[in-house]
């Protein structure tokens, strides 16, 4: 989607280091959200942001932190990356009653 | 808690023919549902919603259809073609679009 773009597309790290991804929109929607898509199962909210500095957790929280200090971007650290984190990881945007819009996400690895 | 899931993880047809792709939903409260298409290494695509106050919605050679009796959701394309072969994906969300629940997906291959 020409609107939103994620960066890095593809990251290998180790165990234990930070990582940080950047989600960044170009069609001024309220809502972002960052995903995680793994095999055998469906697409699942790490965390999801409805304003500037307004955030909520997801179903699979814990272990991420996100922040949003303009509308146009949306941040998602690992403060501390583990294996299990290992993950194709999707950005997200909409409106309020509108479908969700996608970037073609981010490979991470965690070695 | 809630779940979206389909009933046929893989489906293979014929180019031309249609093909129909099945989706089961367990939240009767929800009101709006989308088809979301992923090809390998991109994002998902928007295909078509529909929301809980239709039985159907058509688009470009698609179709989705809302059985809210039996809560079941489907996907029909018209006249498939090569380039429809991807993931697809239902999803199951409120009024405002937050806090989706995907399916895991069923896997269309299109054969010459």
């Known amino acids: 989607d020409a609107g939103i773009t994620q960066s890095p597309r593809h990251k290998v790290t180790e165990t234990g280091t930070p990582v940080t991804l950047r989600c960044h929109q170009t069609?001024?929607?309220?809502?972002m959200y960052w995903y995680r898509q793994d095999p055998g199962h469906g697409l699942r909210l790490i965390h999801y942001s409805y304003g500037v500095k307004d955030t909520d957790k997801g179903e699979v929280s814990d272990g991420y932190s996100v922040s949003r200090s303009k509308t146009e971007d949306f941040l998602l650290t690992l403060e501390s990356a583990t294996s299990s984190q290992t993950s194709v990881y999707f950005c997200a945007i909409s409106e309020v009653n509108q479908p969700q819009h996608f970037g073609d996400g981010t490979r991470l690895s965690i070695l | 808690g809630e779940s979206v899931g389909l009933h046929l993880p893989t489906l293979s047809v014929q180019e031309g023919d249609n093909s129909i792709i099945n989706c089961a939903y367990s939240?009767?409260?929800?009101?709006?549902f989308i088809w979301y298409k992923q090809e390998s290494g991109k994002g998902p695509q928007f295909i078509i919603d529909i929301r809980s106050n239709m039985d159907k919605r058509q688009g470009q050679r698609v179709t989705v259809l809302l059985n809210k009796t039996v809560k079941h959701l489907s996907l029909q394309i018209a006249a498939t073609q090569p380039g429809d072969s991807a993931v697809y994906f239902c999803a199951q969300g409120g009024n405002y679009g937050q806090n989706f629940v995907f399916g895991p997906g069923t896997r269309l291959s299109v054969l010459p």
């Open positions: 069609e001024n929607h309220r809502y």
């Open positions: 939240n009767s409260a929800s009101d709006y």
